[in-house]
């Protein structure tokens, strides 16, 4: 298994731009997350979904979309990339039932100038 | 809604010694989960340890454990005989259910933990 992996590990975009940011997991999850961590803080969710074609919003989810048309795959779309959303981004996943823990993937750190 | 404190952004300790990082949150609810997470400088969020709010009992793993106390709604992080290896970013985090069953993982502000050879 490779766990959850992200694409790309770092992207430098400019103001206005657009990216799509990957997650993809090999380990039949049911539940996906995207969480942002800011320099010194901790993660805060941005969206998050409960399977193929089921999403919802987190805490901080304005300037973000979503869409999960698989169960392996959960991209995140940024549109008209802003300097507030310069981050480090954390795509995580967890099959099912409230004994289990969550797996992250290794960040993408994006850069908005 | 809940939030989680880490009032140590910084700590430090000699090699082979003791050191506990504090955590404290806030919640009505009464069953929940908590968590422990490291992230080295590689940036990759690693599992250290968890705690059900139900079990009276502390959790511990290997050189890690917690004191759970939750009256006082604490959740401190305890390494012992600390390595080299143990330097990184620490955050407590707490888990609630939100819609669909799906899991709202809310984390502190993060401690960093220096370890002096």
């Known amino acids: 298994n490779a766990g959850v992996t992200q694409t790309p590990k770092f992207r430098i975009l400019k103001i206005g731009q657009s990216m799509t940011l990957q997650c993809a997991q090999d380990?039949?999850?049911?539940?996906m997350y995207w969480y942002r961590q800011d320099p010194g803080m901790g993660l805060k969710l941005i969206y998050y979904?409960?399977?193929?074609?089921?999403?919802d919003k987190g805490e901080v989810p304005n300037g973000y979309n979503v869409s999960r048309s698989t169960t392996e795959d959960f991209p995140l779309r940024l549109e008209l990339a802003a300097p507030s959303q310069t981050s480090v981004y954390f795509c995580?996943?967890?099959?099912?039932?409230?004994?289990?823990?969550?797996?992250f993937g290794p960040g993408t750190r994006l850069t908005v100038l | 809604a809940q939030t989680v404190t880490q009032s140590q952004p910084e700590m430090s300790v000699q090699e082979a010694e003791t050191v506990t990082l504090s955590c404290t949150y806030d919640?009505?609810?009464?069953?929940?989960?908590l968590f422990w997470y490291k992230q080295p400088p590689s940036r990759q969020m690693i599992l250290v340890i968890r705690?059900?709010?139900?079990?009276?009992q502390n959790a511990t793993e290997n050189r890690f454990s917690v004191n759970f106390q939750k009256a006082a709604k604490s959740f401190s992080l305890k390494i012992s005989d600390s390595q080299l290896g143990d330097a990184a970013m620490y955050f407590c985090a707490y888990r609630t259910l939100v819609n669909q069953g799906a899991q709202k993982l809310v984390f502190g502000q993060g401690t960093r933990l220096t370890i002096n050879p």
């Open positions: 705690q059900e709010a139900y079990k009276q």
């Open positions: 995580a996943s967890i099959f099912s039932g409230s004994a289990d823990t969550q797996y």
């Open positions: 380990m039949n999850h049911n539940y």
């Open positions: 919640t009505s609810e009464s069953d929940y989960y």
């Open positions: 979904s409960v399977g193929a074609g089921i999403t």
